[in-house]
């Protein structure tokens, strides 16, 4: 079964640090790319970030909110994305969801998430 | 302020059609293929479109997207109640090197 399951949301203080993980299973690792997403309480979706595939060299792509801040890396031995946030604001309150792009029989469309984890929440807050 | 413009809200009757716009630019919508995913009330969003208008397995053709210039729409016919969610377009942005959601668009089914 193809999974993604996210962890490592928590309460933070503005301007504190947090690393959210994403471990996935059932596809192999390295030939896809993973977005994170994310959703403030009551509100729309939110583009974060990309890793690409290990034929792109895993490179990155960040929304202009979260540039300088965060930062995407892999872990293929471990099946793992990792989100490190610094410098965490009020805003960037949300439930973070890690996606997968939708693979047609090995034809990729990169920004069609088809898979998503379950969400892992971050609150920032005093 | 997103860059795709969706409607907040579209409402029509059981059985009934209904359509959602939306509205981009020619670095996103104008250059790249745009996906629809429905998000049914506190459950995670789901695809429902993709490349234009293309269905993922076991996606209804109730659910059809078009796209035409600048613009994209997401059509529902024979409405159901269970399909009361929210709705989101989103594409790549060549100008931001960024994917861009539209505000989302609240159906409502009466």
């Known amino acids: 079964e193809v999974q993604l399951v996210e962890s490592g949301g928590d309460l933070v203080q503005p301007g504190g640090s947090l690393r959210l993980s994403c471990v996935v299973s059932?596809?192999?690792?390295?030939?896809?790319?993973i977005d994170w997403v994310r959703q403030a309480p009551g509100k729309g979706l939110e583009w974060v970030g990309r890793?690409?595939?290990?034929?792109?060299?895993?490179?990155?792509d960040y929304a202009a909110s979260v540039k300088g801040r965060f930062t995407l890396s892999r872990d293929d031995s471990k099946n793992s994305l990792y989100l490190q946030m610094n410098s965490l604001k009020t805003e960037d309150t949300a439930v973070y969801y890690c996606?997968?792009?939708?693979?047609?029989?090995?034809?990729?469309?990169?920004?069609?998430?088809?898979?998503w984890g379950q969400g892992t929440m971050v609150t920032v807050s005093s | 302020q997103s860059v795709l413009t969706q409607p907040p809200s579209v409402s029509a009757a059981p059985g009934q059609k209904v359509t959602i716009s939306c509205s981009g630019s020619?670095?996103?919508?104008?250059?790249?293929?745009v996906s629809w995913f429905q998000q049914l009330p506190g459950t995670v969003p789901k695809l429902l479109i993709y490349?234009?208008?293309k269905r993922p397995s076991g996606i209804p053709d109730r659910f059809s997207g078009s796209k035409s210039g600048t613009s994209a729409t997401l059509g529902i016919t024979g409405l159901q109640t269970g399909d009361e969610a929210d709705y989101y377009c989103?594409?790549?942005?060549?100008?931001?090197?960024?994917?861009?959601f539209g505000g989302g668009t609240k159906l409502t089914v009466l």
């Open positions: 996606v997968r792009e939708y693979d047609s029989s090995g034809h990729y469309y990169h920004d069609a998430f088809e898979i």
């Open positions: 059932g596809f192999t690792f390295s030939d896809h790319y």
């Open positions: 890793s690409r595939n290990k034929a792109k060299s895993y490179s990155t």
């Open positions: 020619s670095s996103n919508i104008g250059k790249d293929y």
């Open positions: 490349d234009n208008n």
């Open positions: 989103g594409v790549w942005d060549s100008s931001l090197t960024a994917v861009v």
